[in-house]
């Protein structure tokens, strides 16, 4: 049987005091728990910088503004693979908020705990905190 093949875009929501906007994941969801920079997967023929947009507006009520692609990460769960776009978005309108009523806060991004957050989102963290 073929693995399902994800697309997901992320944002890297940093404010001009490094601090970065970090939602949690709902108990029950995969990877229920973890924490993560909000975004969602791509919709068929939509570009990562589209769904980013989209995803951040519908998950915490920002309108991305500026933002580039920071890296691509791909990883493989037992049963599927997942391709991510994460984008570090620097510019945005509205204050961000757990629009879907999870858990959500600012947090120094020196502060970020790479174990805290999915395995496929820890390059990125150790990244950041380098």
Do not use: C
């Amino acid at each position: 049987m073929q693995k399902k093949h994800l697309y997901i875009a992320a944002g890297i929501i940093r404010d001009p005091q490094n601090n970065i906007f970090i939602a949690q994941r709902p108990m029950g969801s995969h990877m229920g728990g973890f924490w993560e920079f909000p975004g969602g997967k791509l919709e068929s023929n939509e570009r990562a910088e589209d769904a980013l947009v989209r995803e951040l507006d519908e998950e915490i009520g920002i309108i991305a503004t500026e933002y580039q692609l920071f890296k691509k990460v791909e990883h493989e769960f037992d049963d599927r693979f997942i391709t991510l776009y994460f984008f570090l978005v620097t510019n945005w309108d509205n204050q961000p908020y757990g629009r879907e009523g999870q858990n959500s806060r600012w947090v120094k991004q020196s502060d970020l705990i790479a174990d805290q957050f999915p395995p496929a989102n820890r390059i990125v963290v150790d990244i950041l905190t380098q």
